[in-house]
């Protein structure tokens, strides 16, 4: 069963518990020259084919890279378990609805997270040197 989480899936006024909360913020300049300097092998571990592929695709690339970055650092705190080895990565994969509002696809060990009528939403911005990620797991009265 894949999982799969939508920023416009409950209104807040429906939110009954939140069950964790997680932010992060990255200096664009360190995604940067991570690539530069460790290129497809920095890339293949932290981003899947798609992140890279729309990230590539993009006038400020690294800008993308990074706010997806900040953004599966943000989940993995909102889930309180940390980076281990139990999940990669690309385990947390950030994709953007036709609007531009961003949503998270979990995968592999993380699939099975959000069951139970568990929602997350995530957001993302960025300035010219750093972008940031907010992410908020919670269960609501939709999803009884």
């Not at 290129?39 to 706010?67: M, R, V, W």
Request: charged fraction near 25%; hydrophobic fraction near 35%; charge should be neutral.
């Amino acid at each position: 069963m894949e999982q799969v989480t939508r920023g416009d899936t409950a209104p807040l006024k429906d939110i009954n518990m939140i069950i964790g909360i997680g932010i992060d913020i990255i200096e664009i300049s360190r995604i940067k020259k991570s690539i530069e300097k460790y290129g497809d092998h920095f890339l293949d571990k932290i981003y899947t084919p798609g992140e890279i592929e729309y990230c590539s695709g993009k006038a400020n690339k690294y800008q993308h890279f990074a706010a997806r970055f900040s953004a599966k650092e943000a989940v993995a705190k909102a889930m309180s378990t940390g980076w281990n080895n139990e999940f990669s990565w690309q385990n947390i994969e950030v994709f953007n609805e036709p609007t531009g509002m961003p949503y998270v696809k979990l995968t592999g060990k993380l699939e099975s997270f959000l069951a139970d009528g568990k929602e997350l939403k995530i957001s993302m911005s960025h300035s010219q040197d750093y972008t940031t990620c907010v992410a908020i797991i919670y269960k609501s009265d939709l999803n009884k």
